[in-house]
């Protein structure tokens, strides 16, 4: 009999972003050696999410692709950028009405800033915050972040599937491949996918069940002029200390000039994506998350 939520299709997606060449080349792998993500219980597939942009050794094209999924936008036939289109193909292919509709989506994506390995969740579905706790366990260095209102489970490549999580590994400049940062996605991979076998046999093993993750608050943008232009850069104490504790008071940008602007707040955030290059364009400097722990 098969549980009420097996998972008999997986998805396994990279480059969303042209420029992020370690999830773009695990999946060259795995289409060259299926066999390594073949698994005797479900459906694997793979997909190369923008390869115009893979090809241009870009981010996108027109548009952030993994944007691009709101279900309104799917559903507009009004649009014609390239990105926009890609997004309702890929829904027509693996979306929930799809012509193979996938169940778990597993997306891809490296980051310029010191993010370990994060895996990212979007919403308090148990079944990714169970998966998430496992990975944890399974990896202590592990970070777990929920998007939580920042509309990522809504826009995004993953928000297609029934369940799904993305990784997020750095720090890795675009468009270059580290073969650290490449193993270390190929192995969280392969236990993701063991993990999917193990629970459609109803035989994963025991493991504590709390998890601690990063809930995300808000984005703060650099200080700016009355022209929109960066007045202060990531301040050095602060460089390179994603998930580390933000006390009131701590240094957070550095102007121009060597004026340190502190962090002006009643309580201690968590900063991640702290300088992410993609992130300029968008007016981010950093997101700030609170920590929790909870019993799954």
């Known amino acids: 009999m098969k549980l009420k939520s097996q998972i008999n299709r997986v998805l396994i997606g990279g480059g969303t972003h042209g420029n992020e060449f370690t999830g773009a080349y695990l999946i060259k792998l795995f289409e060259q050696f299926p066999?390594?993500?073949?698994?005797?219980?479900?459906?694997?597939?793979?997909?190369?999410?923008?390869?115009?942009?893979?090809?241009?050794?870009?981010?996108?094209i027109d548009k952030d692709l993994n944007r691009c999924f709101l279900r309104q936008n799917l559903e507009d036939s009004t649009l014609s950028g390239y990105e926009d289109l890609l997004a309702q193909e890929i829904d027509h292919l693996f979306g929930q009405n799809g012509k193979t509709p996938v169940d778990f989506i597993l997306d891809l994506h490296s980051t310029t800033a010191n993010m370990g390995v994060t895996i990212i969740v979007d919403n308090d579905e148990p079944f990714n915050l169970q998966l998430a706790a496992y990975l944890s366990y399974v990896n202590p260095s592990v970070k777990v972040y929920?998007?939580?209102n920042s509309g990522r489970g809504d826009n995004s490549l993953r928000s297609l599937g029934k369940f799904?999580?993305?990784?997020?590994?750095?720090?890795?400049?675009?468009?270059?491949l580290n073969?650290?940062?490449?193993?270390?996605?190929e192995a969280i991979i392969y236990t993701i996918l063991d993990y999917l076998e193990l629970y459609n046999q109803g035989k994963v093993p025991p493991f504590p069940n709390t998890l601690i993750f990063y809930k995300y608050i808000e984005?703060?943008?650099?200080?700016?002029?009355?022209?929109?232009?960066?007045?202060?850069m990531i301040h050095p104490q602060l460089q390179f200390k994603d998930y580390e504790p933000l006390n009131p008071g701590d240094p957070m940008f550095l102007t121009f000039d060597g004026q340190t602007i502190p962090y002006k707040a009643n309580s201690t955030t968590y900063p991640i994506f702290i300088n992410e290059a993609a992130y300029y364009e968008k007016g981010i400097a950093m997101c700030l998350t609170q920590k929790h722990q909870i019993t799954i």
């Open 146 to 148: 929920s998007s939580g």
């Open 179 to 185: 073969a650290d940062i490449f193993l270390k996605t």
């Open 35 to 60: 066999e390594l993500i073949r698994k005797s219980n479900f459906e694997t597939l793979t997909l190369l999410a923008n390869p115009k942009a893979f090809a241009a050794a870009r981010r996108y």
């Open 164 to 176: 799904s999580v993305a990784i997020e590994v750095g720090s890795v400049p675009q468009g270059v």
């Open 219 to 232: 984005a703060i943008d650099y200080p700016r002029n009355e022209h929109g232009e960066i007045q202060a």
